[in-house]
Nanobody
Framework: QVQLVESGGGLVQAGGSLRLSCVAS????????MAWYRQGPSAQRELVASITSGGGTIYADSVKGRFTISRDNAKNTVTLQMNSLKSEDTAVYYCAAARSLMITEAAWPTYWGRGTQVTVSS
């Protein structure tokens, strides 16, 4: 089993930055792809960004150029740097992981964190 724990959420003004972190434990060596999802009020959970073990990345169009996903395989961590935040970025952000090579909109992860709230005030 794999456990994912997020940290770094909070309240920020529009235009500001936040950095989310997630650490994997348990059977973390079985993880390949990692990702960040978000779910806003009255919205479906959506893929924000994903990263392969080799560093290949995918971003949602809405965050391209503003968010950066990275990972440290030795420490079993994944990070989401969020810049130029907008009110529409307000959501609960979830760390996710999979044994498969990639996480995409069609290939969902197996493991989920509990989420961390990000609120952007306008």
């Amino acid at each position: 089993q794999v456990q994912l724990v997020e940290s770094g959420g909070g309240l920020v003004q529009a235009g500001g930055s936040l950095r989310l972190s997630c650490v994997a434990s348990g059977s973390a060596s079985s993880i390949s792809a990692m990702a960040w999802y978000r779910q806003g009020p009255s919205a479906q959970r959506e893929l924000v960004a994903s990263i392969t073990s080799g560093g290949g990345t995918i971003y949602a169009d809405s965050v391209k150029g503003r968010f950066t996903i990275s990972r440290d395989n030795a420490k079993n961590t994944v990070t989401l740097q969020m810049n130029s935040l907008k009110s529409e970025d307000t959501a609960v952000y979830y760390c996710a992981a999979a044994r498969s090579l990639m996480i995409t909109e069609a290939a969902w992860p197996t493991y989920w964190g509990r989420g961390t709230q990000v609120t952007v005030s306008s």
